[in-house]
């Protein structure tokens, strides 16, 4: 069973656009990370280091810049496509004359090709089960790609847009560096990759011969700097132009007031979801599944979080996806419910329940208020917090029997529904991809939903 708590926009900080950063040709972005992970499209799961690829890669189509509806998908590498009649097979014409990065020559349709069966494929993509339902890519000619699936797939334009595994990669590129490619990757994007310094900065340079045209800046510098203190720091002192900001609303309200700062709260944005692990004791029990829903008060959450950066969530889906059901049943805050369904269960003196963290303030200050909230009702939750990466790397091993994850997908439910309920993405198997609470009880409902 798995129990979605709170959906949180995400905020960002910016200088605003004055005389002197009109002229200026370095943005200086500050993350909130360690380090940088691995930069290949296809395996990168942190939501700094996706954000980054943003800037090298293209999908085969995109979203316009500035929205988030699955309707405004416009054309990107592919300048057009069409389908026949029942979906299954897609034919996309590639822009002629793109380049990929580094003189690695011109992206064809063979480039294409090459992408979708790499992002399918287990051994090379985080992303697989996405694409699970493709039976074929073929390049029929330069310019032209095919695309046959097993079957009709609802949204699978949303899949080859550019992100998560929908960005495309350059053959030659990919192939010649092999493991190599995700410490210098190669794209078609409007910025290239130039510099590497661990756990300081990752630097990219324009792309003077990008499609749509050279970019206006320079150059882009991503600094990690985890420590919240020291990064607003270095923001107020104009070292960064930009900062990924702390989903909090006294954050917020603090860092508008600062002269000439601008902050955005964009949606929909990623939403916090408590997995839990159906097969370990105590959590393979169903009524201690639903002490733990009956005793997180998602309302408080809000209210913590902050109005202005963040919603009750309305169902599995998050708000705002193409498919939620915005008026699906949730379970009420009722912490005396919870105490008797743990001593139906057996634990009338309550539970313990370990969670590996990450060490992310955000994510950080939200687990911590559903600590508080857990312990009223005799379940004590034991954090172990490590660093981001290693968060990830532990809990895709299965080692964490109740996992907090923050996740904002392409917007359709398909995406979500796949990804984190369908049986085939259950970690520490084969095909994993975050099915944490290894439930498959949705499967036939989300299979046929994706050809609806």
């Known amino acids: 069973m798995k129990k979605i708590f709170a959906a949180a926009f995400a905020a960002l900080a910016m200088l605003a656009a004055g005389e ?7 943005l200086v972005i500050g993350m909130g990370s360690a380090d940088a992970g691995k930069l290949d499209p296809h395996i990168a799961s942190t939501t700094p280091d996706k954000g980054l690829l943003q800037y090298m890669f293209n999908g085969l189509v995109r979203i316009r810049p500035g929205q988030i509806s699955p309707d405004t998908i416009e054309p990107d590498l592919a300048e057009s496509w069409t389908s026949n009649p029942n979906g299954t097979e897609w034919t996309f014409k590639i822009r002629q004359g793109v ?30 089960n996405d694409f699970s339902s493709v039976d074929k890519a073929e390049a029929v000619d330069k310019y032209t790609l095919k695309v046959t699936l097993k079957n009709p797939v609802a949204g699978f334009l949303g899949y080859v847009a550019n992100i998560n595994g929908g960005n495309m990669v350059c053959k030659k590129a990919a192939e010649e560096m092999g493991d190599g490619f995700s410490k210098k990757p190669i794209g078609t994007g409007p910025f290239m990759f130039a510099e590497y310094q661990p756990q300081q900065f990752v630097r990219l340079v324009a792309n003077k011969q990008y499609f749509r045209g050279a970019p206006a800046l320079d150059e882009i510098i991503y600094r990690y700097i985890p420590s919240d203190s020291s990064r607003d720091l270095a923001f107020q002192s104009g070292e ?17 007031q600062l002269p000439g700062v601008k902050v955005i709260a964009m949606e929909p944005g990623e939403m916090s979801t408590l997995f839990l692990n159906i097969t370990v ?4 029990d169903l009524r201690v599944r639903e002490a733990i829903a009956y005793a997180v008060d998602r309302k408080s959450i809000v209210a913590f979080k902050g109005a202005g950066t963040s919603r009750e969530a309305v169902s599995v889906v998050p708000s705002g996806y193409l498919g939620t059901d915005e008026h699906a049943p949730l ?4 912490p005396a419910k919870a105490k008797a369904l743990l001593a139906e269960a057996g634990y009338p003196n309550g539970i313990t329940v370990k969670s590996i ?27 172990e917090e490590v660093e981001h990466a290693t968060y990830h790397a532990q809990i895709r091993k299965d080692l964490s029997p109740l996992v907090h994850y923050q996740a904002a997908r392409f917007p ?5 529904l ?12 084969p095909t994993a991809v975050t099915n944490f609470s290894h439930c498959n009880v949705a499967d036939a409902e989300i299979h046929a939903a994706r050809t609806e």
């Open 20 to 26: 002197a950063q009109a002229q200026k040709k370095t």
């Open 99 to 128: 380049q990929c990065h580094s003189g690695y020559g011109e992206f064809t349709a063979e480039d294409a090709a090459y992408s979708l069966k790499r992002a399918a494929n287990k051994a090379t993509s985080s992303y697989s």
């Open 240 to 256: 960064l132009d930009m900062i990924y900001g702390k989903q909090d609303q006294s954050w917020v309200d603090r860092t508008k």
């Open 281 to 284: 004791k105590p959590l393979d």
């Open 331 to 334: 379970f009420p805050y009722d």
């Open 357 to 383: 963290h990450t060490t992310l303030t955000g994510m950080q200050t939200f687990l911590q208020a559903i600590q508080a909230q857990l312990k009223k009702s005799n379940i004590n939750l034991d954090i």
């Open 412 to 416: 359709i439910a398909d995406v979500y």
């Open 418 to 429: 796949t990804q984190f309920y369908d049986s085939a993405s259950i970690v520490g198997t």
